[in-house]
């Protein structure tokens, strides 16, 4: 590996198909993020910690980045996979975590698909099965078509930038107190309170399937080597961005509706702010982001799910499309006939929790490693951040674990 990276380019052109597939995975990342559960798990706890979860927010982002900058880089300067490279580190790691993606990956793409069916129903009044229906169709339709991979940038891109754009309209029309929650940024109310809340911010915006979709992207489309690290850097980097923007703008519009003593609906917390800022429209505008925040999810789970699937085996590895196909009819099939399963959910997020820690120990390892990354030299500072990420997303698998043992329990 060492030798094919000495007779790459040392010199890095940002060209225009560079500029597209920048956006691309940084928007398949962010949006893969941004999904049902994103929305309303930030609802809940700015209605919780009120200003003071700007702070949670900011410290989450910060871990985010330290998990996702050292992932990225050493998957494309090794121009391997995830699992690829956590088989090299130990025989058979990379195929366990490939199962885990892939379970995880199912199960929590049932209930994307149950969030656009939902969207759907707030927008146009379908039925939920119909919409979901709808939903999976469409999803195919993009991974069918010839220009598979560029239709699917320009649907995050706009799906992105879409959600981006609603939620800050509502968040202007919300009038937060800005002051406040610039001041609790820094200095927050009960810090130690924020502790789960981060935890649970880090795990749902780069647990599971998500810190890989960009970076999968990125190494399909071809691009690998350590001369493309300063384009690495400023996508993994921006990804996270992305999604905290998108997490503070929806925070502040939800700050905006609580301070004024409003209660949300807990059955539907997020479409309760809307409905508030904006009227009886508020709740079909939701159906929009919802839908948004759905479809990409389904998008970017089931590809990054079969980035990991198709390694498996020789016969199945350019055959991406089949794979993502079946993922997409299996979670829409499961949801149509026997709903939402809790149960699979809450195994599926205890799965998830365990790994972020997994993949990123391996590779934090691997970077060290000169039979897999030849001459590279890895920042120690990186190195650092990586482990208090890993410490970080350890607490969470804890957690998501306890959430599995009540389970069992019950």
Request: no cysteine.
């Amino acid at each position: 590996m060492g030798d094919k990276l000495k007779t790459e380019p040392k010199d890095f052109e940002f060209t225009k198909n560079h500029k597209r597939l920048l956006l691309g995975s940084v928007f398949l990342m962010a949006t893969s993020a941004i999904g049902p559960a994103f929305l309303t798990q930030t609802a809940v706890f700015t209605a919780q910690f009120t200003s003071s979860f700007a702070f949670a927010i900011l410290l989450s982002i910060l871990i985010d980045i330290g998990a996702q900058i050292n992932i990225w880089r050493v998957l494309v300067v090794t121009g391997k996979r995830g699992q690829e490279v956590a088989n090299e580190i130990f025989n058979g790691l990379g195929t366990f975590i490939s199962l885990l993606i892939a379970i995880g990956g199912l199960a929590f793409n049932i209930g994307n698909i149950a969030g656009a069916g939902l969207g759907l129903n707030a927008i146009f009044g379908l039925d939920v099965k119909i919409g979901a229906a709808i939903t999976a169709v469409l999803a195919i339709l993009i991974f069918v078509s010839k220009s598979g991979q560029k239709i699917m940038d320009v649907v995050t891109m706009f799906l992105g930038i879409l959600m981006i754009v609603v939620v800050a309209f509502v968040m202007f029309k919300a009038n937060p107190p800005y002051a406040e929650a610039a001041k609790h940024l820094v200095m927050p109310e009960q810090p130690l309170a924020l502790v789960l809340p981060i935890i649970t911010l880090v795990g749902g915006t780069v647990g599971g399937y998500i810190t890989f979709a960009g970076a999968h992207r990125i190494l399909d489309s071809g691009i690998k080597g350590k001369h493309y690290l300063p384009f690495v850097n400023k996508a993994a980097i921006s990804g996270i961005l992305t999604t905290g923007v998108l997490r503070a703008l929806l925070f502040l519009a939800v700050l905006g509706v609580v301070v004024t003593g409003v209660t949300l609906n807990s059955t539907n917390p997020p479409a309760s702010v809307f409905e508030h800022v904006l009227g009886p429209i508020g709740k079909n505008i939701f159906g929009i982001v919802l839908f948004a925040a759905a479809m990409s999810s389904v998008i970017g789970s089931a590809y990054t799910s079969a980035t990991f699937l198709k390694t498996m085996h020789k016969s199945i590895y350019n055959k991406t499309n089949i794979i993502v196909i079946t993922f997409i009819v299996v979670s829409t099939l499961v949801f149509l006939f026997l709903g939402k399963p809790v149960t699979l959910l809450i195994v599926a997020g205890a799965l998830n929790g365990l790994i972020l820690p997994i993949i990123l120990t391996t590779i934090l390892i691997a970077s060290k490693r000169k039979s897999i990354v030849g001459d590279y030299h890895h920042p120690a500072w990186m190195l650092w951040f990586g482990i208090l990420a890993v410490i970080v997303t350890v607490v969470t698998g804890v957690y998501s674990l306890q959430g599995l043992t009540q389970l069992m329990g019950s």
